[in-house]
């Protein structure tokens, strides 16, 4: 099984710092790479606060915190990733980014690098064949937030190799994360059971069956879920959410994950949730 003791992470929002946290929190060496110089220094302030939290609940010490700070490394040039032994896009949802940055790993990282995407929905087998190593690309799909989450899919393209995909669930398992193996199909096991009941919660509210709140202490009282679905779609990201949904409905051609017409227009109006301030909840004002 290939030793991991380098990562690279590309991409430094929301997720992508999330996962560069705990792997140098992990005692991996980290570089975290982002095209966009603000998105780089938010996402840095972002693993700072993170772990300033935890010092301050007597969660790790504060020598603990400067040594995790201390194996991080940011840039914004990919090439920083050439000697890194695992690779994990968490860049936008979108196909062809994806191809475009697997594409870019695979010319510059060595040959035994393994190359995983934190998708959320798409073929891990669609991505792996734009890439001369497909054996060795693999799906590592984070729960958000990530330094929370226990969870990790580790999902297999058709090609992926054993050896690939031992060394990605133990550095799962290095990381503090629970790793379960699941097969490539559209929205894995996670989302497409997840996105479905996001969709029907937002069609009860287009279809005005009770409000955004009703909604969700409907689920969180009755369903003892931890947060309600429309609370929870905020937190991923409305976008997010409508880009899963349209891979869903691509993906199987069945019309039960039609995207709600609701979720369409915030998305158009640019309500995307927690990040934008604004979604089925106000986040912009007290």
């Known amino acids: 099984m290939a030793m991991i003791e380098h990562i690279g992470v590309v991409g430094a929002g929301t997720m992508g710092h999330g996962i560069a946290q705990v792997a140098a929190r992990s005692g991996y060496r980290v570089d975290m790479v982002d095209v966009d110089a ?13 772990l300033a939290r935890l010092v301050e609940r007597e969660r790790m010490t504060a020598e ?25 896009e968490a860049v ?3 196909l062809e980014v994806k191809q475009s940055v697997l594409r870019d790993l695979d010319r510059i990282c060595a040959p035994a690098a393994i190359l995983a995407s934190n998708t959320s929905s798409i073929s891990l087998t669609k991505l792996a064949a734009c890439t001369d190593r497909p054996e060795k690309v693999i799906g590592m799909h984070f729960m ?13 393209g058709l090609t992926t190799d054993q050896a690939t995909f031992d060394a990605v669930a133990a550095v799962a ?32 509210l287009y279809e005005d069956v009770g409000s955004a709140a009703a909604v969700d202490s409907v689920m969180k009282l009755g369903m003892n879920h931890p947060m309600g679905p429309l609370a929870l779609a905020d937190l991923i990201g ?17 019309p039960k994950y039609r995207p709600c017409p609701l979720l369409v227009k915030m998305v158009d109006a640019g309500y995307l949730g927690r990040k934008s301030g604004r979604g089925f909840y106000r986040y912009d004002e007290d």
């Open 173 to 204: 398992q290095r990381m503090g994360k629970t790793p379960v193996e699941v097969n490539d199909s559209p929205g894995f096991v996670s989302n497409r059971v997840l996105l479905p009941m996001i969709n029907e919660a937002v069609f009860c």
């Open 92 to 94: 936008i949802e979108r």
């Open 238 to 254: 409305l976008d997010v959410c409508l880009d899963i949904l349209r891979v869903l409905e691509d993906g199987f051609g069945d």
């Open 38 to 50: 603000d998105a780089l220094a938010r996402g840095l302030e972002g693993i700072r606060k993170s």
């Open 144 to 156: 958000n937030p990530v330094p929370v989450m226990k969870l990790v899919e580790v999902i297999r």
């Open 64 to 88: 603990e915190r400067d040594e995790a700070l201390g194996r991080l490394q940011t840039s914004g040039d990919l090439e920083a990733l050439a000697e890194a032994d695992l690779v994990v």
